[in-house]
């Protein structure tokens, strides 16, 4: 095997002597990792040694292994451009291996920390700045032209909605709910502003007001992310996309569609983390 899994015993006195400790500050959560392999299949392999320095224990990299007892981590999720490794502490790692190296964190807070806690030992932390140094591939370029068009189709307009509500009670026929079976909420919509707000884990924010109108925000999220959410919808709640003046005159402000409901126990438990 050309990447074998290492040794614990190892890390262990390697971690003792500093061998390969390039810990970061107590307060960073997002980390790098630049690796020289040119294939992909092997930087995520050397990606998976480093996180087993960090005592993150892949099940692609340990499985069948002498230590195989030891995985607490799933190695299967995620893209191409971003794989990702989810964890039994329950977030999730996010490796940008095509383009910047970045190391993200995604789950609930108080687990990030636990997590980015051991990730510090090993891992330097991720300097924004070198996004703004990376040279644009052809494939980044195209990406972002689409990403643009997208935008540039829906200025202006909203998306309207068939009555629904933010929550069912049962996390399965509300706006939320339904997007976080699709594609994952980060957070749950909070009832103490209009409008409601939606956090997708895939970094797209939805706007919901009891009026049936939405508006859709990009944020950090691709293209594939704001299709899928869009898709969602359109399907779930025959969403259409329509100018505001055009909903304005049809629904006008003030009509009631959309109502809060009862969140799920799932969704109470993201309200009040």
Same mark, same amino acid.
């Not at 050309?2 to 970061?24: C, E, G, V, Y």
């Given at each position: ?18 061998? @390969? ?6 307060? !960073?959560?997002? @980390?790098?990792?630049? +690796?020289?392999?040119?294939? *992909?299949?092997?930087?995520? &392999?050397?990606?998976? $040694? ?10 692609? #990299? &340990? ?10 981590? +799933? ?18 790692? =996010? @490796? ?11 789950? *609930? ?10 990730? *510090? ?43 629904? +509500? ?8 509300? !706006? ?9 909420? $980060?957070? %749950? %919509?909070? =009832? ?8 997708? *884990?895939?970094?797209? +924010? ?26 969602? #919808? ?19 402000? =003030?009509?009631? #569609?959309?109502? &809060? ?10 309200? @009040?983390?």
């Amino acid at each position: 095997m050309k990447w074998p899994p290492l040794d614990p015993h190892d890390i262990l006195r390697a971690q003792q002597k500093a061998a @390969f400790t390039n810990a970061s500050a107590d307060d !960073v959560m997002d @980390f790098a990792f630049h +690796c020289a392999e040119d294939a *992909r299949l092997d930087k995520l &392999y050397v990606f998976f $040694r480093e996180l087993s320095k960090a005592g993150v224990f892949v099940d692609l #990299l &340990y499985w069948g292994s002498v230590h195989h007892q030891l995985i607490n981590a +799933c190695g299967f999720k995620g893209s191409d451009a971003v794989p990702a490794v989810s964890t039994k502490l329950g977030p999730s790692i =996010n @490796f940008h291996i095509s383009t910047s190296g970045r190391i993200h964190l995604d789950g *609930r807070m108080e687990q990030r920390e636990i997590l980015a806690s051991m990730l *510090r030992g090993a891992f330097p932390p991720f300097d924004p700045a070198h996004l703004s140094k990376m040279p644009a591939t052809p494939q980044m370029q195209v990406e972002g032209q689409k990403h643009q068009e997208w935008m540039s189709q829906r200025h202006g307009k909203v998306l309207a909605i068939d009555a629904t +509500c933010i929550f069912d009670g049962f996390g399965v026929n509300g !706006v939320w709910d339904i997007l976080n079976i699709a594609v994952g909420a $980060r957070g %749950a %919509a909070s =009832n103490n502003a209009i409008p409601w707000i939606i956090l997708t *884990r895939s970094h797209v +924010c939805v706007a919901v007001w009891p009026s049936g109108k939405v508006q859709i925000s990009p944020g950090r999220a691709s293209l594939v992310a704001l299709q899928a959410v869009e898709n969602t #919808l359109v399907k779930q709640f025959n969403g259409q996309w329509m100018r505001e003046e055009e909903f304005s005159a049809e629904r006008g402000t =003030n009509q009631i #569609l959309i109502t &809060y409901g009862v969140p799920s126990e799932v969704a109470r438990q993201q309200l @009040f983390d």
